[in-house]
């Protein structure tokens, strides 16, 4: 994956006090083990089992609850009906902003965590070599793209807005043009994994995901990497919930997971860059 743009991340000694401040008791089970629930972009999932589990084994008085690994727009939804989480790990700036606004988060425990790359993947028995947005613009290639609730359909609209093949800048909202508005040209779905499947077997040309969802699913390959100028930094901010009852143990296993150099190779293996 390619080197991201770098920006300051928040000190976690501001998430550390932030979190102290919080009211109330931690959340433990008969065995005096503290349980995290984190709910965090579907496109963490195999990373975050994996660091997750290597935390569960060098602090013991931790343990998680099941994540729940789903869009970013449908985290927030969640959150709305009254669901409860420690930790939000959105895969998008404007979807953690909504969380902020609507008072999920708490904001002083908010940091950028992750950056990622938005690529082009087609099946990986397919003929196709290559493909740029321009040959997306002329019409010849199917597409698959997240819908509005997930952030990688939403900056691969804001691309294909740079060529002409979607309405509105923000990626949002809009409507697909030109050779790409012909019917059966584009495949919308509700989560990148359910994009990036959509590629994998065959039934569209190329999925826009992130470079890391290669690492998550065999039977596809990159044909193409989007330019970062075409759409806005892919950034992945993590912040504790407002209502968590175990805000110092969630700060901490952030701190861990930002820091730790063996929890760094976990996230590095599974193709994620962290901010620093």
Same mark, same amino acid.
């Given at each position: ?38 709910? &965090?972009? +579907?496109?963490?999932?195999? $990373? @975050?089992?994996? *660091? ?8 013991? =008085?931790? /343990? ?87 952030? &990688?359909? +939403?900056?691969?609209?804001? $691309? @294909?807005?740079? *060529? ?8 949002? =909202?809009? /409507? ?101």
């Amino acid at each position: 994956m390619k080197l991201c743009h770098k920006v300051a991340v928040v000190l976690f000694t501001i998430i550390l006090s932030g979190s102290f401040a919080l009211t109330g008791c931690s959340n433990q089970t008969n065995s005096d083990t503290i349980q995290l629930q984190i709910f &965090a972009a +579907n496109s963490l999932s195999k $990373a @975050l089992e994996d *660091v997750q589990a290597l935390y569960v084994k060098e602090h013991k =008085g931790v /343990s998680f609850a099941d994540t729940q690994y789903k869009s970013s727009g449908e985290l927030n939804e969640m959150l709305a009906a009254g669901a409860y989480a420690d930790i939000l790990v959105s895969a998008s700036k404007g979807k953690m902003d909504d969380a902020a606004s609507a008072g999920f988060i708490d904001p002083n425990s908010r940091f950028d965590m992750f950056c990622n790359d938005l690529v082009m993947v087609t099946a990986s028995n397919s003929a196709i070599t290559s493909c740029t947005l321009a040959d997306i613009a002329a019409g010849k290639y199917s597409v698959a793209v997240g819908d509005e609730s997930v952030p &990688a359909g +939403n900056y691969a609209c804001q $691309a @294909l807005f740079t *060529v002409g093949c979607y309405s509105s800048e923000s990626g949002l =909202g809009g /409507s697909f043009r030109g050779a790409l508005a012909e019917s059966g040209k584009v495949v919308l779905d509700a989560s990148v994994g359910n994009v990036c499947k959509h590629a994998q077997t065959g039934e569209v040309d190329i999925a826009f995901v992130y470079s890391s969802d290669v690492y998550r699913f065999e039977g596809v390959r990159v044909v193409g990497t989007v330019p970062g100028s075409a759409h806005k930094p892919i950034i992945y901010p993590a912040a504790i919930c407002a209502d968590s009852k175990n805000a110092e143990a969630a700060a901490a296993f952030l701190e861990w997971a930002f820091n730790d150099p063996k929890a760094v190779k976990l996230w590095q293996e599974w193709g994620f860059e962290l901010i620093n």
